[in-house]
């Protein structure tokens, strides 16, 4: 059974890692992850079972997942799954004008967790939005993600996508 609850300062002042399920997630960089208080978004926890919380917001819990041992995250109030219920909200991002998407999706969630429990500064890996859209044929989440950052930036909170080809593998593409 969910329960209902409010995400607390767990990380405060630290460094947090959001592992996303994209191509550019090498075992390198989930080695690297590995040393940062850890978020797996969704189906990531196939290759991230020792994060320390797995997020899968929309209740589509993934099945490989049911023994995960860290904190379980769902946005969702669930009967037949023990985890945290918590309210998420939607990204409102301007496709044209007059054209607004309100999204609210795992790897959004998740990089909102991370600020929520007081991430100063934020390390996405194996996030690959445009690979996501053309995958889930969904339009508007490379958008979202952008205002995310550009809102946690105002807040002081650094947001950084880790990218295994650049040359320092920080950028706020």
Known sequence: MTTRHEIAPIWA???VAVIGNGPSLT???LAEAKGHP??????AARRAPWADMLVSIDGNWPDDCADFAGLRVVGVERDDLDALCVAMPYEAVT???????????NALS???IAAQAGAAEILLYGMDPAEYEALHDFQGF???LRA???ELQALGVTCWH???TAATKKTKK
């Open 148 to 150: 995310l950052r550009d």
């Open 27 to 29: 075992d390198e960089l």
């Open 38 to 43: 850890c978020i797996a978004v969704n189906r």
């Open 162 to 164: 880790v990218n295994p």
């Open 110 to 112: 998740a990089i909102g």
């Open 142 to 144: 490379a958008k979202a």
């Open 95 to 105: 496709i044209a004008p007059g054209h607004v998407l309100h999204i609210r999706n």
């Open 13 to 15: 002042g630290q460094t």
